[in-house]
């Protein structure tokens, strides 16, 4: 029922970058409603990874960039390590849902 | 520090109820929209609820509504989720998360989460 769009997979070896795209629509990302991203390590809970499109909380490494443009946005993990294995999920804001975020459908990043 | 702590998951027969509470310390409760996110084993994350500050706005996704109940007290630095008649497909890990500012904003903060399990 997610109304953001993520590839189920994605993969790379260490050390080269992988990409995670972000496809919405008009009622949210098309809108101009921010997109975030979460990663979420085996057993845990989520943890904010960047906000409002390209921004880093404290912490996180410079490895991990995010863009947006027109519906889609995108998370870019380069020089990609071991720990980097995990769940990512985008998250924007949507007008039809009466002032819910909305989480993408999720993309496993798997270290080769 | 901020520490959300979610309690009150269990196993539970389709058609009853459980009543989750998150326990939220480290921020100033009031002033934060709160939600709570699940997660079915091997599955996504799903945003079901948020709740304003003053608790007048709230918000449950068309998969709960009129079957859960959000809820917060100030007072107490405490948000709830009250489930009744309760199904398989609510099998989950239920998380509280607290918003950046608003409603539909990036959730700054979670919990560990607390397991739901409905079977008989």
């Known amino acids: 029922q997610s109304v953001l769009t993520q590839p189920p997979s994605v993969s790379g070896a260490p050390g080269q970058r992988v990409t995670i795209s972000c496809t919405g629509s008009?009622?949210?990302?098309?809108?101009?409603?921010?997109v975030h991203w979460y990663q979420q390590l085996p057993g845990t809970a989520p943890k904010v990874l960047i906000y409002s499109n390209n921004n880093r909380p404290s912490g996180v490494p410079d490895r991990f960039s995010g863009s947006k443009s027109g519906t889609s946005a995108s998370l870019a993990i380069t020089g990609l390590q071991a720990e980097d294995e995990a769940d990512y999920y985008c998250?924007?804001?949507?007008?039809?849902?009466?002032?819910?975020?909305?989480f993408g459908t999720g993309t496993k990043v798997t270290v080769l | 520090q901020v520490q959300l702590v979610e309690s009150g998951g269990g196993l539970v027969k389709p058609g009853g109820s459980l009543r989750l509470s998150c326990a939220a310390s480290g921020f100033t409760f009031s002033d934060y929209y709160m939600n709570w996110i699940r997660q079915a084993p091997g599955k996504g994350l799903e945003w079901i609820s948020y709740i304003s500050t003053s608790g007048r706005i709230i918000y449950y996704a068309d998969s709960v509504k009129g079957r859960f109940t959000i809820s917060r007290d100030n007072a107490k630095n405490s948000l709830y989720l009250q489930m009744n008649s309760l199904r398989a497909e609510d099998t989950a890990v239920y998380y509280c998360?607290?918003?950046?500012?608003?409603?539909?904003?990036?959730?700054?903060?979670w919990g560990q989460g607390t397991l739901a399990t409905v079977s008989s």
């Open positions: 998360a607290r918003s950046y500012y608003g409603s539909g904003s990036y959730l700054v903060y």
């Open positions: 008009s009622s949210n990302i098309g809108a101009g409603y921010d």
């Open positions: 998250q924007s804001y949507d007008s039809s849902l009466r002032g819910s975020g909305v």
